[in-house]
């Protein structure tokens, strides 16, 4: 399986999507004691679909296609719990506290108490997931970065995700935290300016969903590494509360995904239009 898809854009803007945790392959080597359907619990399943219209109405969309349990493109490659390996990683560890609440690069718990991985992992085993599938999520979306910023001098990235509607002891608001209907990051502001920002913002509150701006999550490393608002590169966070369009249990979308996917159409427009002329 190749470690990610790109849908081109039918006619190409400067809004590029990506959706880094929607993955469900779980290749052969990926061993785990947790059911099939408790480590779909760790996807943000079918945020991939939700986006699905993106490429027809001008935002190239970049899908991973492995599962965060295996390993998380959105961490730093050294944030690892020595916890999970079998013997001691060769270069110095930096685990943040991603890592330390079980949700570093490699997944250490799918739910609190439920551990992903089945055995400790050798380092080739981490490093082998590292050069399969890391690296070449972030390639193809540095690729498409430059291949847009070539072109229209500016770009308008957004990471797409989606969260529990409940935060639970792994997440930074805790056990029990209910979840506004959408969580709008941009590292307060070092990955994307205000403005952009804003218009994410009112058009998603002007639809009647409530959004709390980096809080509680701030934009994590996809966002950072790609965001240089000074370059005119604004890389946006964006979560979308799982209950808006997944049963959260049986990891299937409900009924109402199909309103959710035409208001996330609508924003894809207005963003379009929305961005500056050249
Ligand atoms: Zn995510």
Redesign the pocket.
Known sequence: MEPFTIHRARVPSALLYDS??SGRFYPPDFESNASRPELRCGE?AYVDQLLANAPSLGAHLLVANYP?CYIDV?RGEDDIDAALLAEPWPTALQPTEKSARGLGLIRRFVVPGVEAQARPLTVAAVRGRIERVYRPYHAALDALVKETYDAHGVVWHIDW???KSVGNAMTPDGPGARRPDFVVSNAREASASNDVTDILVRYLRGSGYSVTVNDPYLGGVIVRRTGSPPRGIHSVQV?INRALYLDEQRVETTSSAAQLGTNIDGLTRLLVASLPSR
Do not use: F, I, K, Y
Request: glycine fraction near 0%.
């Open positions: 880094p945790h943000d965060r959105n995700h989606s969260m979560e």
